[in-house]
C-alpha cells in the first residue's frame, strides 16, 4: 500500500451529497431537523456515519483506539465512542467540543504526529 493510499484512509468520512435522514426534536412542538452538510466544512473533524446517522469526532476516536487520551478527565463520549446526534443543537455542542481538552490533546498526539 502506498503512502497516498494510506494517508486517504485517515480522513474522516464527509459524504457531502448523502441524503442525511431527519429526527425529532421537541415534545410540545417537535421540530424535524437533520445533519448538515456545511457542517464538514466548518468542523473538518466530523465523522459521519452513515448506518447509525450519528458523527464521531474523528482525532477524539482515533486517539482513543490509540489509548492516547491520557489527560481530559471529561471525555466527551458521545463525540468519542457513543456518537452524537443531537442536531438541535449541533452548532453549540460541536465549538464546546473543540476547545475541550480531550479534543485538545487528541488533535496534538495523532494530527500532529499524523504531519510531522
Ligand atoms: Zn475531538
Given at each position: 500500500m502506498t503512502l497516498w493510499l494510506l494517508a486517504m484512509e485517515l480522513q474522516p468520512h464527509q459524504p457531502k451529497s448523502f441524503d442525511f435522514p431527519k429526527r425529532s426534536f421537541g415534545k410540545k412542538v417537535p421540530v424535524m431537523r437533520s445533519f448538515q452538510a456545511s457542517w464538514f466544512d466548518r468542523w473538518p473533524w466530523l465523522h459521519y456515519i452513515e448506518s447509525r446517522d450519528v458523527v464521531l469526532c474523528f482525532h477524539c476516536a482515533e486517539a482513543k483506539k490509540q489509548k492516547?487520551?491520557?489527560?481530559?478527565?471529561?471525555?466527551d463520549e458521545a463525540f468519542i465512542s457513543k456518537g452524537f446526534y443531537n442536531w438541535k443543537d449541533a452548532t453549540v455542542k460541536h465549538v464546546q467540543h473543540e476547545s475541550s481538552n480531550c479534543h485538545k490533546e487528541a488533535v496534538l498526539k495523532v494530527v500532529t504526529v499524523q504531519i510531522y
Open positions: 492516547k487520551l491520557n489527560w481530559c478527565n471529561n471525555a
